[in-house]
């Protein structure tokens, strides 16, 4: 099986050759504003302004000239109906590709700004869904694309989390209730039934994680950072070694000093890498 990474430079590739020519090039460059106001921009600047260039165009879209003629009105002159004419066809073009534009330009982001460990972490259908994750239906400005599908990676990557947590089959639904009564580890195996402690601890270092995520990924956030899987399973070891008697603040404590420690590693690596 492909890894995440080759499988979203795959689904780009994919992408991008489905396009029409101007969209192909659109999504070469950044954008940014309105979408409207954007592709209204870019299918002007397209259009060729060499006398030579307009007459081979129009060669191929009499029946494009006639429409726009009809929509527009009659310019002065055939330079300036295959003008207008040019800018129609390439602004219907893109818009045509809208959908594909948007999706092309949210997986780009991901590609561009996540390490590949951690996109490993996510199920490839998060990549194929990603216009529904990051809800580019409502997005009517390429700027937002960013934000959104920032967003919609770091829930996923919550998502995960939780979806490990279960993994253990440990139900931790009542754990506020139980430490709030008593700390022991020993004693909140015996209440949620846990019979291996060593796997609660791993269980309980990930529900952590989990209750402080939005404060601990706010930094990492901010620089598109996150655990990789042998990072998770370090935080992991930092619960290991709490002792069996010891209580569930201690084993908090650990996890969070181990977890802000790597946070703060990758934050700096990042920084580093964009100066």
Request: proline letters at 1%; glycine letters at 2%.
């Amino acid at each position: 099986m492909k890894s995440n990474t080759q499988y979203l430079i795959d689904l780009l590739h994919d992408l991008r050759s489905s396009m029409n020519e101007i969209s192909y090039d659109f999504c070469g460059d950044s954008h940014s504003g309105n979408i409207d106001d954007v592709f209204s921009e870019y299918a002007d600047s397209d259009v060729s302004v060499y006398t030579s260039e307009q007459f081979e165009w129009a060669k191929s879209h009499f029946g494009d000239i006639e429409d726009a003629n009809a929509e527009l009105g009659r310019p002065n002159d055939i330079c300036g109906e295959i003008s207008q004419a040019w800018y129609l066809c390439n602004l219907r073009e893109l818009n045509e590709d809208l959908d594909k534009i948007k999706k092309y330009l949210a997986l780009a982001y991901i590609e561009d700004n996540f390490a590949s460990d951690v996109l490993d972490l996510l199920d490839q259908s998060f990549f194929e869904d990603i216009e529904i994750n990051a809800n580019l239906d409502e997005v009517n400005d390429f700027g937002s694309i960013d934000d959104n599908v920032h967003d919609a990676v770091y829930e996923s990557l919550h998502e995960v989390i939780t979806e490990s947590i279960d993994s253990y089959h440990i139900d931790l639904s009542s754990i506020e209730e139980i430490v709030t009564e008593n700390n022991s580890l020993e004693k909140i195996a015996t209440e949620i039934k846990a019979d291996d402690i060593n796997k609660l601890k791993e269980c309980l270092a990930l529900y952590v994680i989990s209750e402080i995520f939005d404060n601990l990924t706010d930094d990492m956030q901010d620089n598109n950072v996150f655990y990789s899987p042998e990072e998770l399973n370090q935080i992991k070891k930092a619960a290991a070694v709490v002792k069996n008697t010891d209580s569930y603040d201690s084993l908090e404590d650990a996890v969070v000093e181990k977890a802000e420690e790597i946070s703060n590693s990758l934050i700096e690596s990042a920084k580093i890498k964009i100066h």
